[in-house]
């Protein structure tokens, strides 16, 4: 009798099992059915938002081209091709949003007076491949293949100059591409402009500490002490860096009552992307910034940049965006080197809710103060 009692609770036992685990996966592939469906209805919406432009007289068109006998990719997009045009170089390295090729019809602002190019760099986004050689992921090579770029981009769409603007990683890309080819550009725009890197990290670790300290964190305030300031030797040390820094608002300023850019807008805004299948929205957001900056030369180049001492002085226009609040760039190493700066015009401009990643009220003031510039 005993033995029967058991054996008709193990079964009871396997049934519950065996339904939470069914319903568990019933859960599982509906949220993932919705996920899709969610994905490929908002798909349907940004080519139908670009599709006016390739009707008319603008462009909103993909395309593979070969830039230092690598396939990469651009977008090209704007209301109109007669309209100057603006080359965008993303951040990272390694991370091509926010203004890679998945930024198809989300910067109409923008778009309605410029032709914008939205450039996926090499092992970055829609660009990355698995067996390209990491010892080609180098500061020269990147610019390489960006005067490629810009000398197609002259060629295709017959102007004599374009501008420039650089955001993050890319503003050191953009700087120097300014400085060397001036004749190749109208102005250049940096956003969140990387001055001295190495300056920058240790101004970021005390900000961390301090911050950290009064927020009563004191995990976050010991981890600090252990690893001590950057640079580590130590990869172990630089991610626990990495990880602190991204928990804390050096990246994104949190604004009370105002609608502000998030994490989980940048991801969205890549997943939803209609150009991108979903290995590209892995590739974009975790294998592409990984390989990059954890395989190749180009991060630890990155880290010995010093515009300071590099250029004094640049032969087109300089105007610098940057958030109030940015401890990654931060503001007490770009308005020396600005004051400095010799240039035919220049003009800083510091944005009220932002720090690294642009709040979108301020994305909107970048946009217009570009278009103040090229109209």
């Given at each position: 009798m005993i033995r029967l009692r058991c054996m008709m609770i193990k079964k009871n036992i396997i049934k519950y099992v065996l339904e939470f685990v069914a319903g568990l996966l019933i859960f599982i592939f509906v949220c993932l059915g919705t996920l899709i469906i969610f994905r490929e209805v908002n798909q349907k919406s940004r080519l139908g938002e670009a599709e006016p432009y390739n009707e008319t007289e603008g462009i909103s068109e993909l395309r593979e081209i070969e830039l230092g006998g690598v396939s990469q990719y651009i977008l090209i997009e704007g209301q109109s091709k007669g309209n100057e045009m603006c080359l965008f170089l993303h951040g990272g390295p390694g991370l091509s949003a926010p203004y890679g090729v998945s930024s198809r019809a989300l910067y109409p602002e923008l778009t309605d007076s410029c032709t914008a190019v939205y450039w996926d760099q090499r092992g970055s986004g829609k660009s990355y491949?698995?067996?390209?050689?990491?010892?080609?992921?180098t500061y020269e090579q990147l610019s390489q293949?960006?005067?490629?770029?810009?000398?197609?981009?002259?060629?295709?769409?017959?102007?004599?100059?374009?501008?420039?603007?650089?955001?993050?990683?890319?503003?050191?890309?953009?700087?120097?591409?300014?400085?060397d080819y001036p004749s190749k550009f109208h102005a250049y725009?940096?956003?969140?402009q990387v001055v001295n890197a190495k300056q920058a990290d240790h101004l970021t670790y005390d900000w961390l500490l301090n911050e950290y300290s009064t927020l009563g964190d004191e995990e976050s305030v010991a981890l600090l002490k252990q690893i001590g300031k950057p640079p580590y030797k130590k990869e172990k040390n630089e991610m626990i860096f990495q990880r602190l820094?991204?928990?804390?608002?050096?990246?994104?300023?949190?604004?009370?009552?105002?609608?502000?850019?998030?994490?989980?807008?940048?991801?969205?805004?890549?997943?939803?992307?209609?150009?991108?299948?979903?290995?590209?929205?892995?590739?974009?957001?975790?294998?592409?910034?990984?390989?990059?900056?954890?395989?190749?030369?180009?991060?630890?180049?990155?880290?010995?940049?010093?515009?300071?001492?590099?250029i004094k002085q640049i032969e087109v226009p300089v105007y610098f965006l940057q958030g109030m609040?940015?401890?990654?760039?931060?503001?007490?190493?770009?308005?020396p080197f600005f004051n400095t700066l010799e240039a035919p015009e220049k003009e800083i401009i510091l944005l009220e809710e932002s720090a690294h990643y642009l709040n979108n009220n301020d994305q909107l003031k970048v946009f217009e103060f570009i278009k103040s510039k090229i109209n």
């Open positions: 491949q698995s067996d390209l050689d990491l010892a080609s992921i293949d960006a005067i490629e770029l810009v000398d197609y981009l002259l060629e295709t769409f017959d102007k004599e100059k374009i501008y420039l603007i650089g955001s993050s990683w890319g503003t050191i890309l953009g700087m120097r591409l300014a400085h725009f940096g956003i969140g820094i991204a928990k804390s608002e050096a990246y994104i300023k949190n604004n009370d009552g105002e609608k502000g850019v998030s994490l989980l807008e940048l991801i969205q805004n890549v997943y939803l992307s209609p150009d991108l299948t979903l290995w590209e929205v892995y590739h974009t957001l975790i294998k592409g910034p990984d390989m990059i900056q954890n395989e190749s030369p180009l991060w630890k180049e990155t880290r010995y940049v010093n515009l300071n001492e590099e609040y940015d401890q990654i760039t931060p503001n007490e190493l770009l308005t």
